[in-house]
């Protein structure tokens, strides 16, 4: 493959990583901001709700095909651990939700339209916050780091239609269709990380998060950070959701008190 020789597509520790809080990274963030915040800004003006499930699935094919490259870029030099290459990520359940949610009926559909709801932004500005996979191991122009980002922008990007045509959704149903999905994808994580050893998910070791309690309590007692992080991924997007949830409960109320008739009293 000639074109896994060109620099882009480098191997491991050919080149000095981008890293986490480093000008690189900072200078990554807020190019993904003015993409994301441009991106939203267009799709607001220009599109309408019946757009959104082809916006979907167009996205569901992007990180797809991206996806496949980065596993065939694994395969290529040998990263063959089965954490490296297998997209069972918190974030990669993204991938499965934008089909489940543009091609699929039913229950089906639900799950993929709860977690773009209220998974996507959670995960998506996390990871750029909190770069601890790709930056941390590849410059910021390389492949692996590119797909990151775009990857994750895309996460939020989706979740900002969704918010913005299926707010009303925002219920505690959805929620439960969230946690159905993430918890048999946990499940499978934890069976696949005792068999191989790995760390899928990130909930065998919490890797480069740069929390110092949350490292202390892994060395301390790893089978508590396990349900810290399990925890956590239930929780994060159950306040996202709560507080999405006020925001436009609160802006509808306002629109509806504005768009009262007002009655006057003649003297």
């Known amino acids: 493959m000639e074109f896994m020789q060109v620099a882009f597509f480098a191997p491991l520790n050919q080149y000095e990583a981008a890293g986490m809080f480093t000008i690189p990274h900072l200078v990554a963030l807020l190019s993904c901001s003015l993409i994301l915040i441009g991106g939203l800004w267009f799709s607001f003006h220009y599109l309408v709700e019946e757009h959104v499930i082809k916006v979907t699935r167009g996205i569901a094919w992007l990180v797809a095909v991206l996806e496949l490259i980065k596993m065939i870029y694994k395969f290529y030099y040998g990263y063959t651990a089965i954490d490296s290459w297998l997209p069972l990520s918190f974030c990669s359940l993204f991938i499965y939700a934008t089909f489940m949610s543009g091609y699929g009926q039913g229950r089906v559909k639900k799950i993929g339209d709860a977690f773009i709801l209220m998974g996507g932004a959670v995960g998506g500005i996390s990871f750029l916050l909190m770069p601890t996979t790709s930056l941390m191991s590849y410059p910021i122009w390389h492949f692996l780091s590119v797909h990151s980002l775009l990857f994750h922008v895309l996460m939020i990007y989706l979740n900002g239609l969704y918010l913005r045509y299926y707010a009303d959704q925002l219920t505690l149903k959805t929620y439960k269709y969230f ?35 949350v490292q202390s309590l892994y060395h301390a007692q790893p089978y508590l950070y396990t349900c810290l992080a399990i925890a956590s991924y239930l929780m994060a ?31």
Do not use: D, V, W
């Open 179 to 213: 946690s159905f999905y993430f918890l048999g994808a946990a499940l499978l994580s934890l069976t696949l990380n005792g068999y191989y050893g790995a760390n899928l998910m990130i909930i065998q070791k919490p890797l480069r998060i740069p929390i110092e309690c």
């Open 237 to 267: 997007p159950a306040l996202f959701a709560a507080m999405a949830k006020f925001f436009f409960t609160h802006r509808q109320l306002s629109e509806e008190t504005t768009n009262q008739p007002q009655e006057y009293s003649h003297l």
